[in-house]
């Protein structure tokens, strides 16, 4: 369980918060989505509910240990991928200690359950993109952590990866009964593999609650400030939703671009 | 066990024969052994091989037959001096190693943090000031210290201290004390202190005795075990500080914990031998080719070929005129076209 209560960050020197009084509770075993524009604080907000960064006001309450699939890491050594994945398991091991049996045996059954155990001896550096999230996602399976953490674990990957991506997420969390929570600038992600959202529309107006009520037409217009279609179809019998933007329709006075 | 389960793989990552790893292994543990016994029958007094093992046999209390100036040879003038060059060689070898994984930056050598600038400054102070040889190594070791405190000082934001700040502010140490050498070596007598000042600034073995020995071993010992220790920790760093924090280690006591190890290093080394560069920086470059980026494997294998490295420049400093160079000069003109090579040979596939 996550509780988050009355949570604000301000950048250091800085009086405007990037969110201000945020609250929200993530229940065991529930996936839980956080959207929100560019620059509205997704990310620091994933980074105060981890720790990594210390809120100017309220308080983060996590039962267990978190897995964290940080957005893209940069790698300035070749390790290979079980060199990667075994460093999931550092909360175990101490601090003059080095990784054991019983950590390689975790890491390994990590990449095999994500069918990356053939990759175990390829050095990160010579991934493609969707391969590297793979692995870090692995990485945070071998922590055998009950709340995995991940920030924008499908972006800048094409179709099929996202999709594998997103499946994985879902296959384990469903069979490791774990905690899940995402960001993501894609809703279609959210309404597929998430059950709960939060969706951050302004600094002190964030809004949680069944993914379905979140992001409906009319909050994704508000959330976005452009004109979005979640359209119903059907594919071989089976209904799928999707979200389309209508892209040229914005109002003129929309939201100014924001670097992330 | 860490170094015996990942011995399998090579550095590239791909399955090699079974014979690669422990050959690869064999060689790297015997350069410094097979160098340094070589060295010790090298030099104006050369001495073969069998009487080196006598003399040693001797020197270890055997009852054997060596000429007295063989004997004295070996183990007064040259045992000291080699097993000097093995200390610093592996310890500033094994520092430049830590530092590269724990900045993330394989550019990185002992001279980035401030460190050796501290401790040359407090070297040549106590020569300035005729301090005799235990001021001159306290001097070098306590501003060697100094030097990290102010680069730990100028370094912190908000409580932490990250790795771009932590460069730029070993770059201002550094500098402000290379400065304070400059005033010291201005100051000092041009027909006494000075020369001396300025030598020893050059790096040298030459002055090597038991007692210096000791007290480099001595601290090379203890640093060299944390950081050994500690090697796991440096792969976890090397990612980066965000990603170790989530992965649950506390970054900032072990970074400086790492530190603290790779300044005691270096400091003892300049306080024994001066100041001598690049092998911090070329020798990990080299390991790193042999047995690939995992600090677990990178670290003992950057001390023993460091240890040997060392060695083997140092018979070169001793041998090649009949006054000897100085080493820390031979080292920067071996050391800087060695990694401009390795440089362009590493850069086309990231740092193998």
Same mark, same amino acid.
């Given at each position: ?50 720790? #990594? ?57 990590? #990449? ?10 390829? @050095? ?28 924008? @674990?499908?972006? *800048? ?10 499946? +994985? ?8 009964? #774990?905690?899940? %929570? ?32 979140? %992001?409906?037409?009319?909050? %994704? ?9 979640? +359209? ?16 040229? *329709? ?11 | ?11 590239? &990552?791909?399955? $090699? ?66 097993? $000097? ?32 600038? &501290? ?50 502010? &070993? /770059? ?14 201005? !100051? ?33 010992? /203890? ?18 500080? $965000? ?8 970054? $900032? ?36 080719? !042999? ?35 100085? !080493? ?6 071996? &050391? ?17």
């Amino acid at each position: 369980m996550i509780t988050v209560e009355g949570l604000s960050y301000h950048l250091p020197r800085d009086r405007c918060a990037v969110f201000r009084d945020l609250s929200f509770r993530v229940p065991d075993g529930a996936v839980f989505a956080i959207l929100g524009p560019n620059g509205r604080g997704k990310t620091t907000l994933l980074k105060t509910v981890l720790g #990594l960064l210390r809120p100017s006001a309220g308080r983060v309450r996590i039962d267990g240990a978190t897995g964290y699939v940080p957005q893209g890491t940069h790698l300035p050594f070749p390790y290979s991928v079980l060199d990667i994945v075994v460093m999931g398991r550092a909360r175990g091991i101490a601090a003059f200690r080095s990784p054991g049996k019983a950590d390689y045996a975790a890491a390994r059954r990590a #990449l095999d359950r994500l069918g990356f155990l053939g990759f175990a001896d390829r @050095p990160v550096t010579e991934l493609s993109g969707g391969e590297r999230q793979m692995v870090l996602i692995a990485r945070a399976i071998a922590s055998e952590a009950p709340i995995l953490v991940l920030d924008e @674990p499908t972006s *800048a990957l094409d179709f099929r990866n996202q999709d594998r991506v997103l499946g +994985a997420i879902a296959r384990i969390a469903r069979e490791d009964r #774990l905690t899940v %929570l995402f960001t993501t600038h894609y809703p279609q992600h959210a309404l597929h593999v998430a059950d709960t959202a939060l969706a951050m529309h302004g600094p002190a107006d964030a809004r949680a609650g069944p993914v379905a009520d979140i %992001l409906s037409e009319a909050e %994704l217009t508000d959330l976005y400030g452009l004109p979005i279609r979640v +359209a119903r179809l059907d594919h071989a019998g089976r209904p799928v939703r999707t979200v389309a933007p209508v892209f040229g *329709a914005a109002e003129p006075a929309g939201l100014p671009l924001v670097a992330p | 066990m860490s170094l015996a389960g990942t011995l399998g793989r090579s550095a590239a &990552g791909r399955r $090699e024969p079974a014979w690669r790893a422990p050959a690869l292994w064999g060689g790297i543990a015997a350069f410094p052994l097979v160098v340094g016994l070589m060295s010790l029958g090298i030099g104006r007094y050369p001495v073969p091989i069998d009487q080196v093992l006598l003399a040693l046999a001797a020197g270890s209390g055997f009852a054997v037959d060596v000429p007295g100036t063989v004997e004295r040879v070996v183990l007064l003038i040259r045992l000291p001096r080699i097993l $000097e060059g093995l200390v610093i060689g592996g310890g500033l070898a094994l520092a430049g190693a830590a530092l590269q994984g724990v900045f993330r930056n394989p550019l990185v050598g002992p001279q980035i943090i401030g460190v050796s600038s &501290g401790a040359a400054f407090g070297g040549a102070l106590a020569l300035l000031l005729g301090l005799g040889l235990a001021g001159l190594m306290a001097g070098a070791f306590v501003f060697g210290i100094t030097a990290l405190v102010i680069v730990f000082a100028l370094s912190r934001v908000d409580g932490r201290s990250p790795v771009l700040m932590l460069v730029l502010a &070993g /770059v201002v140490t550094g500098a402000f004390f290379a400065a304070l050498v400059s005033l010291v070596t201005f !100051l000092a007598d041009p027909n006494d202190t000075l020369p001396a000042i300025v030598y020893w600034l050059m790096g040298s073995f030459a002055t090597a005795s038991w007692p210096k020995v000791g007290l480099v071993a001595g601290v090379t010992a /203890v640093a060299a075990t944390v950081l050994m220790a500690m090697r796991f920790r440096i792969n976890i760093l090397s990612l980066g500080d $965000e990603d170790a924090q989530a992965l649950g280690i506390a970054v $900032e006591p072990t970074r400086w914990a790492i530190l603290v190890a790779a300044t005691a290093l270096v400091a003892g080394s300049v306080a024994v031998a001066g100041i001598i560069g690049w092998v911090g920086l070329v020798v990990p470059h080299i390991a790193r080719m !042999l047995v690939g980026p995992d600090h677990r494997r990178l670290l003992p294998a950057a001390a023993l070929l460091g240890a040997g490295y060392m060695v083997l420049v140092d018979n070169v400093a001793r041998t090649a005129t009949a006054s000897e160079i100085p !080493l820390g000069v031979l080292t920067a003109i071996i &050391g800087a076209p060695m990694f401009a090579w390795l440089l362009r040979r590493t850069q086309a596939g990231g740092w193998t």
